[in-house]
């Protein structure tokens, strides 16, 4: 199996377009952009939880990368 190793712009990739990911779901679910319907705001709601899931597996690999097998380049 290939090593992989996450490098501080990696890092800094995935966080910044996850945050754009996070923030325009939450200005659709809030109507920013027009009305929203209660189905179009449950799937909204959908995506945020599951953003912040991903948020929550993703950040052990950034604090922590020797207990995982991507590791890390400084």
């Known amino acids: 199996m290939k090593s992989r190793t996450i490098t501080k712009d990696s890092e ?14 939450g200005l659709l679910k809030d109507g920013a952009f027009g009305a929203v319907t209660e189905r179009q ?3 909204l709601q959908e995506m945020l939880q599951t953003s912040e ?8 690999l950034f604090t922590n990368p020797e207990s995982t097998p991507l590791g890390r380049n400084p």
Do not use: H, N
């Open 12 to 25: 800094a990739k995935i966080a910044d377009r996850l945050t754009v990911l996070l923030g325009l779901a």
């Open 41 to 43: 705001g449950q799937a």
């Open 53 to 60: 899931e991903l948020r929550g597996l993703l950040l052990p």
